[in-house]
């Protein structure tokens, strides 16, 4: 990547996934990826491999692949890898009938396309508020609306980054409305326990900050509740929310304000759709979130999520592309425009066109599976 990123849990200047490609009967090939995270899913690479090879291969080969859910086994969710070979099938059907992804799932689904999207968010990671100041600064040349800062680490640290975001955003953060309303959001990557993140709150209202994403880690659900109560900063989830039966019971358990929905994270395109729709008939807020180092395929799945979903996703991030990435494996280039503005995708399939040689520059291994 062209910078390093970093925040409570991990710091990276490099991305690892996996790619599928899918080859049909008819030759049409179609392209997925999947970025796995430990400390997120659990999975690791190998394990996505494994899984794919064991189970997900033959569910492709099934009549309705997409009816069914990623595979959940001691404590890992394999949701990136599946979401690697949902994204392969989705971009082959359609491809081979020359259709769009965002179509098809939309009459599946039983939504509605609409191609004006959500202007993407700027995300500022955690270090000096030298470098703070300097991102933000960038960012604000690009006309972004939404920011979303990494906390959690080093209090003082926090308190000044959040300081200088204030200070360049200015009235823009206690705007309500209008095209000079700014908004800041911040992502603790659950670094704090029930007490630290209570203090916390205060802190964060003083700075403007109208959500707080996992502030406690993944595995301290219980604790939720409690801290909603306590404080008056809304809750977003990211790690803690995982499969669609964990989002029911964190919605009836009063644990949760507003989703943070990943496209390779909660298990492809499907799954996300799903999220999103408990999440309107819940009555919470949901926003489409990124994982670091998508390449254009994944960039695409957003999009797509983007067109079927509407007007009622709060925020959204990706479409970083060639700000983030040295090379991507997709012909087109899809970082945001101007003001974070984003388009649809227009081509059949996932609307991408993956360019072989560039992933045979950055692919460390290659597996190939034949079915008769």
């Given at each position: ?18 790619l ?16 796995p ?26 009549d ?8 959940e ?33 939309a ?87 029930l ?15 109208i ?9 301290q659900?219980?604790?939720?509740a ?94 970083y592309?060639?700000?983030?990435l040295?090379?991507?494996?997709t ?31 950055v ?8 079915y008769?």
């Amino acid at each position: 990547m062209r910078i390093r990123f970093e925040h409570a849990r991990a710091g990276r200047d490099t991305s690892t996934g996996i790619l599928v490609r899918l080859m049909l009967d008819d030759g049409t090939a179609g392209w997925g990826e999947g970025i796995p995270r430990d400390y997120v899913t659990g999975e690791t690479l190998a394990g996505a491999v494994r899984v794919i090879q064991s189970e997900y291969a033959d569910r492709l080969a099934d009549d309705a692949p997409l009816a069914t859910t990623p595979v959940e086994s001691d404590g890992v969710v394999h949701n990136a890898a599946w979401c690697a070979c949902e994204l392969a099938y989705l971009d082959a059907v359609g491809k081979s009938q020359r259709r769009r992804v965002a179509d098809m799932l939309a009459g599946q689904l039983g939504l509605k396309p609409r191609r004006l999207l959500r202007r993407v968010s700027g995300v500022l990671s955690a270090g000096p508020v030298e470098k703070t100041r300097r991102n933000l600064r960038v960012m604000r040349l690009l006309a972004l609306r939404d920011y979303k800062l990494k906390v959690g680490a080093d209090a003082g640290q926090d308190e000044a980054n959040l300081s200088e975001v204030n200070r360049q955003l200015g009235r823009g953060l206690k705007r309500r409305r209008g095209p000079t309303r700014r908004t800041l959001r911040v992502d603790a990557n659950g670094a704090w326990n029930l007490q630290e993140a209570v203090r916390h709150a205060e802190m964060l209202s003083r700075f403007n900050v109208i959500t707080v994403e996992q502030p406690l880690a993944k595995g301290q659900e219980a604790a939720l509740a409690e801290l909603r109560r306590r404080t008056p900063v809304p809750i977003m989830l990211d790690e803690s929310l995982l499969t669609l039966a964990g989002a029911e019971r964190l919605v009836r358990g009063g644990q949760v304000d507003l989703f943070n929905i990943r496209v390779s994270k909660n298990g492809g395109l499907v799954q996300s759709l799903r999220l999103a729709g408990l999440a309107h008939r819940s009555g919470l807020d949901f926003q489409l979130g990124c994982m670091v180092g998508e390449t254009g395929i994944l960039t695409a799945a957003g999009r797509i999520f983007l067109e079927l979903v509407g007007r009622r996703v709060r925020f959204s991030e990706g479409s970083y592309g060639r700000f983030l990435l040295r090379s991507d494996v997709t012909r087109e280039r899809l970082s945001f425009g101007y003001g974070g503005f984003v388009r649809a995708m227009t081509g059949p399939g996932l609307g991408v066109h993956v360019q072989m040689r560039k992933v045979r520059s950055v692919a460390r291994r290659a597996l190939r599976l034949e079915y008769s």
